[in-house]
């Protein structure tokens, strides 16, 4: 079961972290929930493994709609990694997806109901994980984590600082 709407994202959508101006002036966003079929850290369900490649599809849609095709890869991989976090160690009945175009840049938010904060683990070099916050620290121009203040849980997001230069369709 999925859900779909266009939002007003939060004033401080980064949970006060300094990332620069124009991230309160919203041009477009697109926001969807899904419902888990499979808990975490158990074997996940074939249909929660494709939410990762759902939303990069909307994701590159969206980005196409926005202008903003130099930006796929790069979000492609983070928002890759941001969703399957959510899925295999996040907690609660629904994952949330937001994407958001500001005046300063794209957001990405991925939410779900895990009071544990993201953060970068140090990997041994025959680890088959943990390496995920990583790529997304290398390919966003900044990350972190927030809490929910809605139900519990948290938000990670990735930020893209990109000049807009367009309105949004």
């Given amino acids: 079961m999925t859900l779909t ?13 300094v990332i620069g101006g ?3 002036t919203v041009r477009a966003a697109h926001e969807q929930w899904f419902a888990r079929t499979s808990w975490p850290r158990l074997a996940l369900a ?37 969703v399957s976090n959510a899925v295999v160690h996040g907690g609660g009945p629904a994952i949330g997806f937001r994407l958001t175009l500001a005046e300063a840049g794209l957001l990405i938010e991925v939410a779900d109901r ?36 809605d139900a519990g849980g948290k938000w990670t997001w990735a930020a893209f600082n990109a000049p807009v230069q367009m309105g949004a369709r």
């Fill in 46 to 82: 074939d249909e929660d493994r494709r939410w990762p490649e759902q939303f990069r599809h909307q994701s590159r849609g969206l980005l196409r709609r926005w202008k903003l095709e130099g930006l796929a890869d790069r979000v492609d991989t983070v928002l890759t990694e941001l």
């Fill in 22 to 24: 124009g991230w309160r």
């Fill in 5 to 17: 709407t266009h939002y007003t994202p939060a004033a401080d959508a980064t949970g006060g972290q």
């Fill in 114 to 149: 895990s009071t544990e904060l993201a953060h970068i683990v140090n990997a041994d070099p025959d680890d088959e994980n943990g390496r995920g916050l990583l790529l997304v620290e290398a390919f966003a121009d900044a990350w972190g984590t927030r809490p929910r203040s």
